[in-house]
């Protein structure tokens, strides 16, 4: 398995609180990518990293941010968590053109 | 614009026949396409990968897919389901950038 991780793996939050989501990897991979996954969409590009501290939005953008600080960390970050935000995240990277690999997944609730 | 459509949402078998998942793909150029799959709570798998060499991709787990350009379609067959088969599985296109397109999935059951 590529060498991905998420943090947290499941949270349960208030509706209005920000909330920060964790992914970290260990394959130097330039390129990497958040989505959420909902039934029926499959999943959708929330934010991609083309390298440290070069970010862009995807096709689900609005009420996230996201930060790239090394390499090996992106963090997604729900500003002010609503009930439309329930999903499952999924951090995943990639080389230029390549395959990606994900990692396990971070199941959010918010309430 | 590129886009991706999998053709079925839910395909039962039963346990040693074939098995279909069948996906088109929109592409105003030659595209990279991916089948993954993902069994229950867990992350997405790649299966295999077509990027313009060979036309018929050899995955794991005894998967593959042929590329048709003249139908724009990539669909995934195994000869024999096993019971470990049953998972949601995804194609993928991507242009050959940042940018991958997911299909909305196909969930795939195989009967004892």
């Known amino acids: 398995d590529a060498g991905i991780t998420q943090s947290p793996r499941h949270k349960v939050t208030e509706t209005g609180t920000p909330v920060t989501l964790r992914c970290h990897q260990t394959?130097?991979?330039?390129?990497m990518y958040w989505y959420r996954q909902d039934p029926g969409h499959g999943l959708r590009l929330i934010h991609y990293?083309?390298?440290?501290?070069?970010?862009d939005k995807g096709e689900v953008s609005d009420g996230y941010s996201v930060s790239r600080s090394k390499t090996e960390d992106f963090l997604l970050t729900l500003e002010s968590a609503t009930s439309s935000q329930t999903s499952v995240y999924f951090c995943?990277?990639?080389?230029?053109?390549?395959?990606?690999?994900f990692g396990p997944g971070t199941r959010l609730t918010v309430t | 614009a590129q886009s991706v459509t999998q053709l079925d949402s839910h395909v039962s078998v039963s346990e040693g026949t074939p098995v279909l998942l069948r996906c088109n793909y929109s592409?105003?150029?030659?595209?990279?396409l991916f089948w993954y799959v993902q069994h229950p709570n867990k992350g997405l798998q790649l299966l295999l990968k077509?990027?313009?060499?060979?036309?018929l991709v050899k995955g794991i787990n005894g998967f593959e897919a042929e590329f048709k350009k003249s139908e724009t379609s990539f669909h995934l067959t195994k000869p024999s389901a096993h019971m470990s088969d049953a998972a949601e599985y995804f194609c993928?296109?991507?242009?050959?950038?940042?940018?991958?397109?997911f299909g909305t999935g196909t969930r795939l059951k195989v009967l004892a």
């Open positions: 077509y990027t313009s060499a060979a036309t």
């Open positions: 592409s105003s150029y030659s595209p990279s």
């Open positions: 990293s083309y390298g440290v501290k070069d970010t």
């Open positions: 394959e130097n991979h330039r390129y």
């Open positions: 993928v296109v991507s242009k050959g950038t940042y940018k991958y397109i």
């Open positions: 995943a990277i990639s080389r230029l053109a390549g395959e990606q690999y």
